[in-house]
């Protein structure tokens, strides 16, 4: 948990271009919500983080407003489809039972999607597929699933409508090294295929920030993506 020392003022977001501040934007938030991202390949991920830390922050808002001490981690999810997984424990997904093994099926992503009880479920871009889910699959999705965004692995989605930037100094190197401690959680023999998302996630560094965009979709659209 020691992503508890972010707060609302470390992040900048952008909604259809017009600035919002974090406590609005998270307004009402509880910290019983559930948030899973889709990383097939584990690594690509790393392009939904700004998203991901920016609801981490809004889970421990919710235990600092009861002015009451707390450990706790947020029940978020990495879905992911390799072996071994990628570790986001330095985003406070953790512990390890939170990196969730899927296989390719679609039907078997949103059961173990639904399993977790997700409210938030982060998808990224790509080719949609014409996917059938059963009855009982898609009523458990709609009674929890809320929301859903679209992410890249590069940290820029086409036709964003959320972007957000994290976080200013005096924490941008201690942010910085969290990420890179997600790269190093890649076994050796894979680091070259990495490479790619490794370098699109520097191009988004502007010396104290991250900027990432993302894409608010319909569920029928995010489950599209599975």
């Not at 983080?49 to 029940?75: C, G, I, Q, S, W």
Request: with cysteine; aromatic share 12%.
């Amino acid at each position: 948990m020691h992503s508890s020392v972010l707060r609302s003022s470390d992040f900048e977001l952008f909604v259809k271009g017009s600035p919002q501040n974090h406590e609005d934007f998270f307004k009402g938030w509880a910290n019983t919500r559930r948030l899973g991202f889709i990383a097939e390949n584990g690594i690509e991920g790393i392009g939904a983080v700004n998203l991901v830390m920016a609801h981490a922050t809004a889970f421990y808002n919710a235990y600092r407003a009861t002015k009451e001490e707390f450990f706790a981690y947020p029940d978020f999810f990495s879905f992911q489809h390799n072996s071994p997984k990628v570790s986001y424990s330095m985003l406070d997904i953790h512990p390890d039972n939170k990196h969730v093994d899927i296989g390719d099926d679609p039907q078997d992503r949103l059961d173990a999607i639904n399993d977790r009880g997700v409210n938030v479920l982060v998808v990224p871009e790509g080719v949609k597929k014409d996917s059938e889910f059963h009855k009982i699959q898609m009523a458990s999705a709609k009674r929890n699933i809320d929301t859903c965004y679209v992410y890249s692995s590069k940290g820029v989605v086409s036709n964003a409508d959320l972007i957000i930037r994290c976080p200013d100094k005096p924490l941008y190197n201690e942010y910085i090294r969290w990420i890179n401690k997600v790269f190093d959680s890649v076994e050796s023999e894979e680091k070259a295929e990495i490479q790619e998302i490794k370098s699109a996630w520097a191009d988004n560094l502007n010396n104290s920030y991250l900027e990432q965009s993302f894409r608010a979709v319909s569920l029928d659209e995010a489950l599209s993506l599975l």
